[in-house]
């Protein structure tokens, strides 16, 4: 991917669990498990899976309820490639 290249999140969707199917604006598509992020700070509130079911995306990435969002690259790093 160029660096110059702003990396942003182009669909997200449910699979399992806690898992989401990411694909990004390089066209890379990931998988990414947020359960290792559910005990820290204000993402606790993303336990409840049907508060976590309701994600949006923003122009830029995965939102929950205006309050909660991931940076893209980060989600890029941590993904598992699909």
Avoid: H
């Amino acid at each position: 991917m160029d660096t110059k290249e702003l990396l942003t999140v182009t669909n997200a969707e449910y699979v399992r669990d806690y898992t989401l199917r990411i694909r990004f604006s390089d066209g890379v598509e990931k998988l990414f498990d947020f359960s290792g992020e559910l005990t820290k700070g204000i993402c606790r509130k993303l336990q409840d899976l049907d508060y976590f079911k309701k994600f949006t995306l923003d122009p830029f990435t995965i939102d929950w309820n205006n309050e909660i969002g991931f940076a893209p690259e980060y989600l890029y790093e941590n993904g598992v490639l699909v």
